[in-house]
């Protein structure tokens, strides 16, 4: 069974769907019984004479006064409105309602994806590693040829120590010699 409105925005929404054409009191009656309102005629005619003005008294409605069965009435522009806000904070639920669940979703998604990262980690990390003889055989020159570079670099700086040195004691020599 489908939700029934609120009797004031079931009375806006007939108002709006009779936009631009008068209407009876009477018709609204008639409409909310045939969708099973069950309501106090007074806070009807109150809600009626808030929301509607009459076209033979475009000021306005006395909310206290009689309604006439024969005027005719059009739906206000505060009632409109109200109708159009509330039509927005329904939408505006909705979509919140569905931007909720997304955002579950994508927490979920996390939390899995998450779980599957740490695992297959973790697996990686217990798990042998093996290296095939052409791996290594790949890796031997580049490794010698840093060794070589490396060591060449280690004599070259032991031999320009060894070369500071010698001067040093070549020199210290020759003031001996000379004295």
């Known amino acids: 069974m489908n939700k029934k409105d609120d009797l004031y ?6 108002g709006k769907s009779k936009l631009g054409t008068p209407l009876l009191f009477s018709e609204l009656e008639s409409h ?25 008294y475009p ?3 006395d909310p206290n006064g009689p309604i006439s069965q024969e005027h005719h009435f059009y739906l206000e522009t505060h009632g409109y409105f109200d109708l159009l806000e509330h039509e927005e904070l329904k939408s505006a639920r909705k979509s919140s309602l569905i931007a909720t669940w997304f955002a579950f979703g994508a927490i979920v998604v996390s939390i899995i994806s998450t779980v599957y ?10 798990s042998a590693v093996s290296i095939e003889r052409s791996q290594i055989e790949e890796l031997n020159p580049m490794l010698l040829e840093s060794t070589i570079i490396e060591s060449t670099g280690n004599i070259q700086n032991e031999l320009n120590s060894l070369n500071s040195k010698l001067t040093i004691k070549l020199d210290t020599l020759i003031d001996e010699l000379k004295k």
């Open 9 to 14: 925005i079931a009375v806006l929404k007939f």
């Open 32 to 56: 909310l019984n045939k969708l099973g309102y069950d309501y106090q005629e007074f806070a009807l005619r109150q809600l009626f004479a808030a929301k509607f003005i009459s076209s033979e």
């Open 59 to 61: 000021s306005g409605n």
């Open 117 to 126: 990262s740490i695992y297959y980690t973790n697996k990686q990390l217990n």
